[in-house]
């Protein structure tokens, strides 16, 4: 087992972060417990610089503090791959930001790698095979067994070699500035609380729902959130989406007719039955205008002119993803390509003002759009 040091209190973690904080680059990576408990929580941070390796047990520390000056120190390189969640999770449970970003998966993008999960990563430069079986390992048991510490400590102990070896090739191909933008923007994700926004928005296919249909399902949605936080369980646990997609659809008015459904299992119908029922006569019986009406996307809509600008620039995108290698949905997502035509832009300042634009999009293949779009 790589050598490693606990830190399990406020006065250790104080101690062993004037020792971090020397260094210019460090490699970061969280555990945390989404897959077990209704609130999801970092249950582990793990730690590696130059000289040493740490995992930070935030179960037993109440003072975060020293922590977060190295977090934010715009002089310490902070290596993650795949930031993003890890990133989400620190700044809710720590009030801690992350300045100066090095993602080795966003590395991996520019760089055209397709197979660019950590463990791919690990085979293919270090020979290293990472268990999967601890991907869904409940992280708030204590306690750690020698095997999740071992996974866990592998997570970052070859991040920083694996950073110097991506950032290489990536000044080598002329891409080095283009990814530290990315970086940049991915290091100012927020941790985004639901509030009082409604349950159905962040639910795959409720944008195609009429009003009935979500009135329903924000009904049934609100059902499985009470239960999933009594019970403390994630959602998924309790019913997943196509379940609730199928209750939404069928809208069974009693237990007779939730069974002969088929959406439940006995077991669902016998702890939940009633609940679902009750929740789908409830969404039926919102009136008429008080009905939820899923937001606009605002889509471009059928106007010949934007459909041919749409197909100009995703003609566009694919021929600069067969040259450079860079997959098309990061080149520039469909979203932006949306914008762009929508705004039809007349020269690259223009370009550049548009929502979800990137600088390196711009170098890269700015000029090309703006001629094309003149035609």
């Known amino acids: 087992m790589i050598e490693y040091t606990l830190i399990d209190s406020d006065d250790e973690l104080r101690r062993q972060c004037r020792k971090i904080e020397v260094h210019p680059k460090i490699a970061m990576d969280i555990e945390a417990d989404s897959m077990h408990h209704y609130k999801e929580r970092v249950c582990l941070i793990q730690i590696a610089d130059p000289e040493r390796h740490y ?4 179960l037993g520390i109440k003072d975060f503090s020293p922590l977060k000056p190295i977090c ?33 998966e966003i590395a991996c993008r520019f760089l055209g790698i397709h197979k660019r999960s950590l463990a791919a990563l690990l085979k293919k430069h270090f020979n290293l095979s990472m268990d999967k079986r601890f991907q869904k390992t409940d992280w708030s048991k204590r306690p750690l067994s020698k095997d999740m510490i071992t996974y866990s400590i592998n997570d970052v102990a070859y991040l920083l070699e ?14 080095l500035e283009w990814a530290r933008e990315e970086f940049e923007l991915q290091s100012r994700v927020k941790y985004e609380k639901n509030g009082d926004e409604p349950l159905f928005l962040k639910f795959k296919g409720a944008g195609k729902m009429g009003r009935e249909s979500l009135g329903v399902l924000e009904s049934l949605l609100k059902m499985r959130d009470s239960i999933a936080e009594n019970k403390n369980l994630p959602h998924f646990k309790i019913m997943g989406n196509d379940t609730l997609s199928a209750l939404t659809q069928k ?80 080149l520039m997502n469909n979203a932006t390509i949306n914008a762009v035509a929508s705004a039809n832009p007349k020269n690259t300042e223009e370009l550049m003002q548009i929502k979800g634009t990137r600088k390196w999009q711009i170098e890269l293949m700015g000029q090309r759009i703006i001629e094309s779009l003149r035609i």
């Open 55 to 58: 995992l930070i047990d935030p």
């Open 72 to 104: 934010e120190n715009s002089g310490i390189t902070k290596v993650f791959h795949g930031g993003d969640f890890d990133i989400r999770s620190i700044d809710r449970d720590f009030d801690i930001r992350i300045d100066n970003l090095f993602d080795t």
């Open 162 to 175: 694996l950073a110097n070896i991506l950032e290489k090739k990536l000044r080598d191909s002329g891409r």
């Open 251 to 330: 809208r069974p008015v009693n237990i007779q007719q939730l069974r002969e459904s088929g959406i439940l299992t006995a077991k669902q119908v016998s702890m939940y039955g009633k609940a679902c029922v009750d929740a789908v006569l409830e969404g039926m019986a919102i009136p008429g205008n008080s009905l939820p009406i899923y937001p606009s996307s605002r889509r471009p809509g059928n106007r010949p002119d934007m459909a041919g600008r749409i197909n100009i620039l995703k003609g566009i995108r694919a021929s600069f993803s067969r040259n450079t290698g860079i997959e098309t949905g990061f």
